[in-house]
């Protein structure tokens, strides 16, 4: 019987088409949408991590986890974020596409949002900072030192 299986894969090409090891190459770039939060980015906060989780490959959802205890929710209320921002963007926004990126400076964690400004998390809800509209994160500095005097 070994000898037969043995003979059997002697025979056989090993080696496949131009076409095959294209496709294979091709591969990582088509199934990496199926991978989620290989690479989560947390946001530091004084008592908590907040974090962007991906729940699909086109839906995703911010999340705290508290220090404390251990204990995981969304960071703010997603619907009501979609209300306001969609108010503030004069468009819908989609409650799980939510168009912002959360910063922080190590104490306090802000969303910023293209089009709206600089928003805080306050008791699950986004707030407007008055007076900041900053469109590229890296820009939060000044906006950190005015807050915190």
């Not at 490959?57 to 508290?66: G, H, I, L, P, Q």
């Not at 964690?109 to 509209?133: C, F, H, K, Q, R």
């Amino acid at each position: 019987m070994l000898t037969i299986l043995l003979a059997l894969l002697i025979g056989v090409d090993p080696g496949g088409t131009r076409a095959d090891y294209e496709r294979a190459s091709s591969m990582p770039g088509e199934v990496r949408s199926l991978v989620l939060n290989e690479r989560v980015e947390p946001i530091w906060a004084t008592e908590s991590a907040f974090f962007r989780l991906r729940t699909s490959s086109e839906t995703w959802r911010f999340v705290r986890f508290a220090f404390a205890d251990g204990a995981r929710a969304d960071a703010f209320d997603h619907d009501l974020a979609a209300s306001t921002l969609g108010e503030r963007l004069g468009r819908r926004v989609d409650p799980d596409r939510l168009p912002l990126t959360l910063v922080g400076d190590g104490g306090e964690v802000y969303a910023s949002v293209e089009g709206a400004g600089l928003m805080t998390i306050d008791d699950g809800a986004l707030v407007p900072v008055e007076g900041a509209n900053v469109e590229d994160p890296r820009a939060l500095e000044p906006v950190f030192e005015r807050r915190s005097r």
